[in-house]
Every structure is written in C-alpha cells, then in structure tokens.
C-alpha cells in the first residue's frame, strides 16, 4: 500500500466525526477585502508566536517565581502597600485584604495566591478574550480602512 492510499484512508476515517472538509470550505472561501494586508494579521500573528514561545513563558516564569521566593522579594514594602489598598474600603476592606494576603500578613500564601492569579485567572481571561475577539471577527468579517 502506498503512502498517500494510506493517507487517504486515514483522512477519510477523520472526516466523518471531524467534517474536516466542511472546515477547510469555510475557511478558505471567506471573503478577504483587497485592502487587507500583513498589518491586519498582526492579532493573529502575535496568537502564533504565544504559541510557538509557550515553553520559553512558563520556564521563565518558574525561574522567576523561584528567585523571589529564594530571595524574599515577595515579603517587601511593594507587595505590604499593594494588598493593604482595599483596606480603606468601609466594612469590606479589612476582609478583603485578608482575602488577598492568603493570611493577616504578607507571607508564602501571598505568593502562592499572586502566582495563581498571574498564571490560571490571567491567562483564562486572555484566552477568553482572545476567542471572542476572533469569533467576533469571523462573524462580522474584517473591516475597511477608516
């Protein structure tokens, strides 16, 4: 059996559960305006090389979250002044401070509560974001100049 009689069978077993035709078809038949060029692909360009450079973001995001824990830096004036700011909110404040602290004062909970936010909640909400901004795109189509 040759290769591409392999690789025609292997299409066809995805193409029923994946309609992998009806994708290719709508993606290649949509309307481009003449007037569009490299700088209205920039969005998506930046998306393929946060993809591409994934690995290289959370390795130095590791090294760095490992040298603020080695070094303390957490436990500074920045992150006392920064978390202490919705104290002056009457009845909440206090409650709230003690929310984003992890504790009553700033400590290894603060860290472990500032690197969640920074990697899944962050992350999730550009995710998000990025999704309905392309499906938003896809919908209306790309515009005219102004």
Same mark, same amino acid.
Not at 22 to 32: C, E, H, L, R, S
Not at 72 to 97: C, D, H, M, Q, Y
């Given at each position: 059996?040759?290769?591409?009689? !392999?690789?025609?069978? =292997? $299409?066809?077993?995805?193409?029923?559960?994946?309609?992998?035709?009806? %994708?290719?078809?709508? /993606?290649?038949?949509?309307?481009?305006?003449?007037?569009?060029?490299?700088?209205?692909?920039?969005?998506?360009?930046?998306?393929?090389?946060?993809?591409?450079?994934?690995?290289?973001?959370?390795?130095?995001?590791?090294? !760095?979250?490992?040298? =603020? $824990?080695?070094?303390?830096?957490?436990?500074?004036?920045?992150?006392? %002044?920064?978390?202490? /700011?919705?104290?002056?909110?009457?009845?909440?404040?206090?409650?709230?401070?003690?929310?984003?602290?992890?504790?009553?004062?700033?400590?290894?909970?603060?860290?472990?509560r500032f690197y969640s936010l920074h990697t899944f909640v962050l992350s999730l909400l550009i995710a998000v974001?990025?999704?309905?901004?392309?499906?938003?795109?896809?919908?209306?189509?790309?515009?005219?100049?102004?």
């Amino acid at each position: 059996m040759s290769v591409s009689t !392999y690789l025609n069978k =292997v $299409y066809d077993w995805l193409e029923e559960p994946l309609e992998i035709y009806a %994708i290719t078809d709508d /993606i290649t038949n949509k309307y481009v305006p003449p007037h569009v060029n490299i700088f209205y692909c920039l969005g998506g360009i930046t998306l393929t090389f946060h993809r591409w450079s994934a690995s290289m973001v959370v390795l130095m995001m590791i090294l !760095y979250v490992f040298r =603020v $824990y080695l070094t303390g830096r957490f436990k500074n004036l920045a992150v006392k %002044i920064v978390t202490s /700011i919705p104290e002056a909110i009457p009845i909440i404040g206090s409650p709230l401070v003690e929310l984003l602290r992890g504790s009553s004062s700033v400590g290894q909970f603060t860290l472990t509560r500032f690197y969640s936010l920074h990697t899944f909640v962050l992350s999730l909400l550009i995710a998000v974001f990025t999704l309905m901004y392309f499906s938003m795109i896809r919908k209306q189509g790309i515009f005219g100049p102004l």
